[in-house]
């Protein structure tokens, strides 16, 4: 498991990094599937598709679709969804810093480019909510 933990949280990180590209990726430009979901860099959630890499992990699949300044997160299986707003904060030269509010949380969102663990490249979204890290990728 702490194997498992340490993939998925250098995952995280490599997530962060900035590969360099033309154009800082935008929150709306793109849908966005889950991956993980970290509680104090506890792993909660798993999306299935990576479910082999943490298979004691409970699995939870969702999208993000971002417009206008209005954000939905929509867990697959129920349809349940959850609304919140995003407003630009930074815009840097390869990725792009949000302020964000999911129902009463406030937290902040960094899109980027980044790499896979196989080094191709992807876009990836990321939430800071209270202790919370959620991480998508750009479908």
């Known amino acids: 498991m702490k194997k498992t933990l340490a993939i998925l949280l250098a ?4 997530s962060l990094s900035l590969a360099a590209c033309s154009g800082a990726p935008k929150i ?13 860099e506890t792993l909660v959630y798993v999306a299935s598709k990576y479910a082999s890499a943490a298979p004691s992990v409970p699995q939870l699949d969702c999208t993000l679709t971002a417009k206008r300044g209005s954000l939905t997160i929509t867990e697959n299986e129920t349809d349940k969804t959850y609304t919140g707003t995003y407003t630009d904060a930074d815009d840097m030269e390869t990725a792009t810093d949000y302020r964000i509010t999911v129902g009463k949380a406030k937290g902040q969102a960094l899109v980027a480019y980044s790499e896979d663990t196989d080094g191709n490249p992807i876009t990836t979204l990321t939430l800071y909510i209270k202790d919370y890290v959620i991480l998508f990728v750009a479908d």
């Open 11 to 14: 995952f995280i990180l490599l």
């Open 28 to 40: 709306n430009k793109e849908t966005w599937s889950l991956a993980t979901v970290t509680e104090n």
